[in-house]
């Protein structure tokens, strides 16, 4: 089950959130988007109130390429066979593979604040092993991340969004809330470390084994210039072999630009869109 939510009358737009988040990261474009767009906005596997399913042999059910499936089936479900994406952080890399997997159903790609994820761990170093300690963390084996999470998990997911949000304030103390409500689940904790576990392993497989594909659709690739992403990558540059028409710039946030910079997104949505 992918708890889905739907408003909005026009071309199909699904929205993907990241981690820790859930659809409510979007509340603060998404009525706007609706103006002119069927907006599809869900709960990725295992995050929110989405079923949590086991990890699987070498954590393949959370591969990107079943999460990715989950989204085109819901997308099925409700007559969309083709429709845009606009994907942030986990969501965008489960959107780079619906992008590689099915090709025809995706019309326009928008992928939020990240380099690919073969790339992004190929370049390894102290800095970004420092800024985004979770890619390590949250990968290793069942159960230590689970138990050692579980002993303060506000405190982990508070702290989590504190480093990538640069502009205080910007995540609403409701949305917030709900966020605190999914992540007390164990189940939802275990599954985000399976999702990670599953981008160290299997998906990096599905990678290479893709090395040579490339993404479509006109894609655009946003980021927060004050994010980690911006600040350790030539985001471009990540992306050059990976598409075949692609443009995109930094706007001026962290991680997290439709709850930071709502407007500025909404800008750069629009002109592309």
């Not at 997308?75 to 099915?102: C, N, P, Q, T, Y």
């Amino acid at each position: 089950m992918i708890r889905t939510a739907i408003g909005g009358s026009g071309p199909p737009l699904l929205l993907l959130h990241g981690h820790p988040q859930t659809h409510l990261t979007w509340h603060r474009v998404a009525s706007v988007l609706a103006e002119n767009f069927s907006i599809i906005a869900t709960d990725l596997r295992g995050y929110g109130d989405s079923s949590k399913p086991e990890g699987g042999p070498g954590h393949i059910n959370y591969s990107k390429r079943a999460m990715a499936l989950d989204q085109i089936q819901v997308m099925k479900e409700l007559g969309f066979d083709r429709f845009s994406v606009i994907g942030h952080d986990r969501g965008a890399r489960v959107a780079h593979r619906m992008a590689l997997d099915h090709p025809e159903a995706i019309d326009r790609l928008v992928l939020v604040d990240i380099a690919p994820t073969a790339t992004m761990y190929a370049r390894t170093d102290m800095e970004f092993a420092r800024r985004y300690f979770w890619w390590f963390f949250l990968i290793q084996p069942y159960p230590l991340p689970e138990r050692l999470i579980a002993g303060d998990p506000d405190f982990f997911l508070d702290q989590h969004i504190a480093r990538q949000i640069k502009k205080p304030g910007a995540v609403d103390p409701l949305v917030l809330r709900e966020y605190r409500r999914c992540f007390a689940d164990p189940a939802t904790r275990h599954a985000i470390c399976e999702d990670y576990r599953a981008a160290a392993s299997i998906d990096l497989v599905h990678d290479a084994a893709d090395e040579d594909k490339r993404i479509q659709a006109p894609l655009l690739i946003l980021w927060g210039a004050q994010g980690t992403v911006g600040a350790l990558y030539d985001v471009l540059q990540t992306w050059d072999d990976k598409a075949t028409d692609i443009r995109g710039h930094a706007i001026d946030c962290g991680h997290s630009p439709q709850e930071e910079a709502p407007s500025e997104l909404l800008d750069a949505l629009e002109a592309f869109l």
